[in-house]
């Protein structure tokens, strides 16, 4: 790609340019470890690291162009623009051919359900025969390659737009996106266009970075301003009227009598969820063995997605038949079993998702409700006391315990919560989560459920910046169950 083909695509955005017009690079970049002999590197400014500062390295590992937002001192071929993010995905996305526009693009976003929306559309495709990838939280996966783990929910936009590349040249069908709201304000799929897009719902989180909902929401609701020409927008019924400036073609889901796709019936077990899904077109039985009220909800998103798109509901609804759920997404421990036990794992890390995930296992419980919980660090610090308020109400005995740290110290974070615990509620603070797992464990009684929320299918504890500690929840939880199972107490 030469300069001129890249200053044609970044013209509403460049401020300065000093490079030949036929200067050719070969490839793009955004982080040094990639950096090529004749590519183009995007500069960006980071929350912690800016790579203007990593110029002269960049240079001498080949760069042959730069794009940046800050004066720089070294005399090299560059494009000065006003914003590198959005100049990153508009590159990428004409570096790789545009790949969207070859593909049935789903982008999903909400506050709770997207990662599970997101895997349904992909489970329902590629069961009725589709080819395509997926990117989420839990699951990124490009055609039938091997899945792999990232702690990022919507990767950077080289990334998104590479993977698209390679699902359409190894002839793929459709790419499933999960977008959270930080890829929304940064740009990150600002160059996709979407067939369908999903609001699941917008609840109280991230307002450390948004600044207020307000806010948060408009940001989700960007997500239909990127839709193609003819693009439907799937959301959720609470949220219509915040789309009505849009003319983009709307659907609703939810369980009045107003949704176009409206869930009756819902009934949970321990085994799965089953509904009735009323559609345009009739109505069917859904069935699935991911077990939450709300996985009805979700299912409704994704076959709206998809019904829109002209796939047939029936086949649709049956194929979520084999839909298990999703690791770390209201995840029960059937080794607990062993214990007389119900132990369900779940990512619940905001007001909303505490409330939705204790409320089904108040239902499906046969004896007390145990949560062990606590909050991230770097975050925010209003929602904490909020999450320990419901946790209190709604559960018969909360132990508070660590999450992510992330750099924050967690006696801050503890001293926050406890800000919102009834004291007349049974509770305990143990900062130690693998001791705090281990003592609702031990507490529970048979027919007993415990909820070991926040961190869901992560891998990884997040002390600070370089420190992370192995640490999965339902790993941990199972080798206490064996521990107690064989009769061994556990020494760690």
């Not at 919507?154 to 996106?177: C, E, N, Q, V």
């Not at 909902?213 to 301003?225: A, G, M, N, Q």
């Not at 660090?377 to 005995?397: T, W």
Request: glycine share 6%; net charge negative.
């Amino acid at each position: 790609m030469t300069v001129s083909k890249i200053l044609e695509v970044l013209r509403d955005i460049v401020v300065e340019v000093n490079a030949p017009s036929d200067l050719e690079v070969s490839s793009i970049a955004n982080h040094s470890s990639q950096v090529e002999n004749g590519c183009v590197f995007v500069c960006r400014r980071g929350f912690k690291f800016d790579s203007h500062d990593i110029i002269p390295e960049i240079v001498e590992k080949g760069a042959k162009l730069l794009i940046i937002e800050k004066d720089i001192a070294l005399s090299v071929p560059y494009v000065k623009v006003f914003d590198t993010r959005l100049a990153e995905a508009l590159l990428a996305s004409a570096f790789f051919g545009d790949p969207w526009k070859d593909l049935l693009v789903f982008g999903v976003t909400g506050t709770n359900g997207k990662t599970t929306t997101t895997l349904m559309i992909h489970h329902m495709l590629t069961s009725l025969g589709l080819k395509g990838s997926v990117l989420s939280t839990v699951v990124k996966c490009i055609l039938d390659e091997k899945s792999y783990y990232d702690d990022m929910t919507t990767p950077d936009a080289l990334t998104i737009l590479s993977a698209m590349s390679k699902t359409r040249d190894k002839f793929g069908d459709f790419f499933s996106l999960e977008v959270s709201s930080h890829a929304l304000s940064l740009k990150r799929v600002e160059s996709v266009r979407f067939d369908a897009a999903v609001l699941t719902n917008v609840t109280r989180d991230h307002l450390d970075f948004h600044g207020n909902y307000e806010s948060y929401l408009k940001t989700k609701l960007h997500i239909f301003d990127l839709l193609k020409e003819g693009g439907v927008a799937v959301l959720n019924e609470l949220y219509r009227e915040y789309i009505d400036d849009k003319m983009v073609k709307k659907v609703t889901f939810g369980d009045s009598k107003e949704s176009d796709y409206r869930v009756k019936d819902v009934e949970v077990t321990w085994e799965g969820t089953k509904c009735v899904l009323e559609t345009p077109e009739g109505s069917c039985k859904v069935f699935m063995k991911a077990v939450g009220d709300f996985n009805a909800y979700n299912a409704a998103a994704a076959v709206a997605a998809l019904h829109q798109m002209g796939f047939d509901y029936k086949e649709l609804a049956a194929t979520l038949e084999s839909f298990h759920g999703v690791e770390g997404r209201f995840e029960v421990v059937h080794l607990a079993k062993k214990l007389g036990l119900n132990v369900v794992v779940d990512f619940a890390h905001s007001p909303d998702a505490i409330e939705k995930v204790l409320k089904n296992a108040r239902k499906l419980s046969e004896g007390r409700v145990i949560i062990v919980f606590g909050a991230g660090g770097s975050g925010d610090r209003g929602k904490r006391p909020i999450m320990a308020s419901i946790a209190c109400e709604l559960a018969d005995v909360v132990i508070l315990t660590t999450d992510d740290p992330r750099g924050e110290d967690p006696a801050q974070i503890m001293e926050d919560l406890l800000k919102g615990v009834n004291r007349q509620k049974p509770h305990l603070v143990i900062m130690d989560r693998r001791e705090a797992i281990e003592t609702a464990i031990t507490i529970a009684n048979k027919g007993d459920t415990v909820i070991i929320a926040g961190r869901g299918h992560e891998r990884y504890q997040v002390i600070d910046d370089v420190k992370k500690v192995p640490f999965n929840d339902r790993e941990v939880v199972e080798e206490i169950i064996r521990e107690k199972a064989s009769g061994r107490r556990s020494i760690k």
